[in-house]
T-cell receptor
Framework: QQPVQSPQAVILREGEDAVINCSSSKALYSVHWYRQKHGEAPVFLMILLKGGEQKGHEKISASFNEKKQQSSLYLTASQLSYSGTYFCGTEKNNQGGKLIFGQGTELSVKP | NAGVTQTPKFQVLKTGQSMTLQCAQDMNHEYMSWYRQDPGMGLRLIHYSVGAGITDQGEVPNGYNVSRSTTEDFPLRLLSAAPSQTSVYFC???????????????FGQGTRLTVV
């Protein structure tokens, strides 16, 4: 039931791009993306709803393929501040409030 | 607004002891949830609530109880603590503009629990 994220970890140089993937075996209503810095609480980045509605944040964007139940998070021109663990959270139809997270992707951006 | 407030921030329990982790939000959010975070496991949903008086189980509910008597509070009770419950616990809340629709979740700062 837990969505699967890939890769598990990625190391970037400043300015490089990255893609984090999230896939589910269940029909989804929405996909959330969060970033967590070490020792801190997760912070919301964006939500993608079934039907194509999308919200963005800084130079970070995402897509949601409803047919494949997959979402991808795109980080462009990465900055040091992008370092952290990224989680996708998924909700199934008619189960609003039950947000299930993937295992996370650890992103390290080096100077 | 204080947002989501969790207490305590740190706690050490002995095996078999019981305790309650407190969570309160002042944003009038309908949805509230409890997660535990363990290395390599991500955030796993323990219990959640879609409104006062309504709770349901998540992925890992065994050993935990919840209740939601008010919109603001969502306490998590450990009935008989076990070393396997050593973890960081996060409470989260979110606004639901209409039935079954969720928006961004706001997380508390976490409670680091150690069971010895």
């Amino acid at each position: 039931q837990q969505p699967v994220q890939s890769p598990q970890a990625v190391i970037l140089r400043e300015g490089e791009d990255a893609v984090i993937n999230c896939s589910s075996s269940k029909a989804l209503y929405s996909v959330h993306w969060y970033r967590q810095k070490h020792g801190e609480a997760p912070v919301f980045l964006m939500i993608l709803l079934k039907g194509g509605e999308q919200k963005g944040h800084e130079k970070i964007s995402a897509s949601f393929n409803e047919k494949k139940q997959q979402s991808s998070l795109y980080l462009t021109a990465s900055q040091l501040s992008y370092s952290g663990t990224y989680f996708c959270g998924t909700e199934k139809n008619n189960q609003g409030g039950k947000l299930i997270f993937g295992q996370g992707t650890e992103l390290s951006v080096k100077p | 607004n204080a947002g989501v407030t969790q207490t305590p921030k740190f706690q050490v329990l002995k095996t078999g002891q019981s305790m309650t982790l407190q969570c309160a939000q002042d944003m009038n959010h309908e949805y509230m949830s409890w997660y535990r975070q363990d290395p390599g496991m991500g955030l796993r949903l323990i219990h959640y609530s879609v409104g006062a008086g309504i709770t349901d189980q998540g992925e890992v509910p065994n050993g935990y109880n919840v209740s939601r008597s008010t919109t603001e509070d969502f306490p998590l009770r450990l009935l008989s603590a076990a070393p396997s419950q050593t973890s960081v616990y996060f409470c989260a809340s979110s606004y639901s503009p209409r039935l079954f629709m969720n928006t961004e979740a706001f997380f508390g700062q976490g409670t680091r629990l150690t069971v010895v």
